[in-house]
């Protein structure tokens, strides 16, 4: 039996970083998959891209052989299908969903576990954001958008480590959760490129387990609001934040490009998350 690692990053000195061509990278509006090097020993490496209606991610699979590709196929398929399972069932801007009727009061939060626990994650966000990430302050009532898509991709990494796979990356935008060993034998390398200047060395880190969450690269304006005046957040242009869980980690991006740098408060005192960036404006 294998324990799932605890999360783990360690940040790469830029000299360092040089000779070593990094695994991921994310840019200011993409990411990218570069070629990984030797695989490892007893292992199968496999990429899949998957789009849904709302967001495209690509699944990095460093399976064991023992695992054989019936097996990885498996795996691979019930994490796409939890994917497109979230975007059907809990997209806010679809009628039917289960969102979309908790807004309209013709289900309770409690009718189906996961809801209850995407609204229990909202509620302790608000909490721990001092409100800046707010579900029930979006314009036409309760909105999980900014930690729904971290969910999503928490809950398929679930599939995978049921499976039997414990060394994967799954990304989408800006965002991704590793767990485990690259294809190569050592720790994930993910290059984070500035936001905004494309001119600037990225940010490298090594990478076991946790997750990477950014909040306003998406070119839109206006697609975070202040949930305390109801007015867009316009003070940063970009929030980049670090930690174990990818919904708690896009939450907080939220909140700290809602918040501006009064937000960066949130990151001390030995919390398990850290704000890697936070551009003003």
Known sequence: ?????????????????????????????????????TLGEDRIAVQHTVRTSTAEFSLLLNAPEWL???????????????????????????????????????????????????????AAMRAATDGWFDAWAVPGGFDPGGLLGGWAVERAAARLRAAGVHDYAVLTGADLVVRGHAAHGGPWRVAVHHPTDR?????VLEMTAGAVGTSG?????????????????????AATVVGPDLAVADAYATALYAAGPAGLAWFRNGSDYRALFAHRR
């Open 199 to 203: 001119h600037r060395a990225p940010l």
């Open 68 to 122: 054989g590709r019936r097996g990885i196929g498996e795996a691979l398929r019930d994490a796409v299908a939890e994917l497109r399972a979230v975007d059907l069932t809990y997209g806010p801007t679809r009628p039917e969903s289960l969102v979309s009727r908790l807004r309209r009061e013709e289900i309770s939060p409690d009718s189906y576990a996961p809801l209850a626990d995407l609204v229990d994650r909202c």
């Open 1 to 37: 039996m294998r324990i799932d690692q605890q999360p783990r990053t360690r940040w790469v000195d830029q000299s360092a970083f040089q000779p070593r061509r990094p695994d991921l990278r994310l840019g200011a509006r993409s990411h990218r998959v570069d070629r990984s090097g």
């Open 217 to 237: 690269v998406s070119g839109r304006q206006g697609h975070v609001v202040d949930p305390h005046t109801g007015e867009p957040a316009g003070q940063l242009v």
